[in-house]
């Protein structure tokens, strides 16, 4: 059967046969045949997961609804692109695509006025030096030590840094108002969409701080039980989910 007989057949599925097929049964018929119809259903589907990851990147001078719909077009994006291939589920692979033009969506319509050309261009340098000391030291490097290798002024990197951070996802990076501080207490991560896009990142941090955060934010130990488990002490336990959740955000950034 030719793809243009298979799609029409699609086209000619009723409206209350899209709607009784689960989400991975019309995965199934777009990728056979992509019909406009099925791809619809699939858009609508996945509405609420835009309105979460809009809900993310909230309060930072663009409307939700803006957002919600640029994150839809992600979606539609990953929709056209996805294939089973890849490994893994479509969300995977939807939410890493949706972000990624959320963050176009604020270096298009938000920087421009809110950070300098300058900051810009000294990202991929600052980036690079973090990621050259961490690998060396084996723990966060600290501004100063950031500033030193980069060769810059210890206030630019923090004003990169701080660039940065404005557009980072809240639940990886920003916490609350009168949260304790993550080197201290637990930092949680919001289920969902947020551990669909983790879970695809986990594998690419250090056995160990990977090890961790399954127990922690899946298994859903406590940091006493996790030290117990691993054998060291509850503060280290602690500096190492606040080092892994660290990882874990600069690979969210990079990960468009």
């Excluded at 835009?50 to 803006?66: H, I, M, T, V």
């Excluded at 990977?210 to 500096?239: K, P």
Aim: proline share 4%; hydrophobic share 40%; glycine share 6%.
């Amino acid at each position: 059967m030719t793809s243009r007989a298979s799609a029409t057949r699609s086209e000619r599925r009723s409206r209350a046969e899209l709607r009784r097929a689960d989400n991975e049964q019309l995965l199934e018929w777009w990728i056979a045949d992509r019909a406009d119809n099925v791809r619809a259903e699939l858009a609508e589907r996945y509405q609420q997961m835009a309105q979460n990851l809009a809900a993310r990147f909230a309060n930072r001078g663009e409307s939700r609804d803006d957002l919600a719909q640029v994150a839809s077009f992600g979606i539609l994006k990953a929709l056209d692109r996805y294939s089973p291939d890849r490994g893994g589920s479509f969300e995977s692979y939807a939410v890493p695509t949706a972000v990624g033009e959320i963050k176009r969506h604020f270096r298009d319509h938000a920087w421009g006025s809110k950070v300098s050309r300058g900051v810009k261009d000294l990202m991929p340098r600052v980036r690079q030096a973090e990621e050259a000391l961490t690998a060396r030291l084996d723990r966060s490097p600290t501004v100063a030590e950031v500033a030193a290798e980069a060769d810059l002024p210890a206030e630019t990197v923090d004003e990169v840094l701080e660039a940065r951070r404005m557009f980072r996802p809240n639940s990886l990076e920003g916490r609350p108002e009168g949260a304790p501080d993550p080197a201290v207490g637990d930092v949680g991560i919001q289920h969902g969409v947020d551990r669909i896009l983790v879970e695809g990142l986990l594998d690419r941090l250090p056995d160990r701080e990977r090890t961790i955060l399954e127990m922690r934010f899946f298994e859903e130990l406590n940091q006493s039980d996790i030290a117990e488990r691993v054998g060291v002490s509850q503060m280290h336990v602690s500096r190492l989910i606040k080092r892994a959740l660290e990882r874990l955000a600069t690979l969210v950034e990079r990960n468009e």
